[in-house]
Structures are given as C-alpha cells and as structure tokens.
C-alpha cells in the first residue's frame, strides 16, 4: 500500500487535535496522577487521598501521618520511578500532605 503523502498517523492527528484545542495538559495531568498508583501499587493507593499534578509539583495527599513520614524519606527514588514509568522528566519536587 503507497502511503499519500499528505496523510498522517492517527496517533499524530490526536495529537495535533489535543494541541490545537489546549487539551494536552489535562490529559498530561491525569497520566501523572494514574502514574501513582502504577508506581506505588495497591496498598499505597487505597491509603491516598487525592493526587495532583501542577508545574512540576505533583502534590499528594495521605490518610496517615506514618505513611507520610515514611514516603517523606524516599522522596528522590519516587519521584525518580514516577519519571521513568512516564517516560519524561515533568515531575520536579514531590509534596507529600
């Protein structure tokens, strides 16, 4: 099959749409925060409130204080496996509340 040469992928059509029409940081946004509890798995999961994304900050928030303390000291490492599962360096500093 010859390929025209005005024609383009659908995953490149997609993402010219989501661009044009200023969709991309939303769907952005819910990537990172479905990337949480890929990362972290199950039992981290069900012991997180909320988890947001904003410029580089992605702001998490815990049902137990322990747990915060605990994630608090390996910050750098998530926040480092967080970036490599989406395959971008977006997150810059991890808040944990």
Not at 43 to 48: F, G, M, R, V, Y
Not at 57 to 67: E, G, M, R
Request: proline share 2%; charged share 25%.
């Amino acid at each position: 099959m010859v390929r025209k040469s005005n024609t383009i992928s659908l995953g490149d059509a997609i993402k010219e749409f989501l661009d044009q029409y200023k969709h991309s940081g939303e769907i952005r946004e819910a990537e990172i925060a479905n990337a949480w509890p890929a990362v972290m798995g199950n039992n981290i999961a069900k012991l997180t409130l909320n988890v947001f994304y904003k410029s580089g900050k992605l702001i998490v928030q815990l049902k137990t204080p322990a747990l915060r303390q605990e994630l608090m000291m390996h910050r750098s490492a998530i926040t480092k496996a967080l970036n490599k599962h989406l395959g971008t360096n977006c997150i810059k500093e991890l808040v944990l509340r």
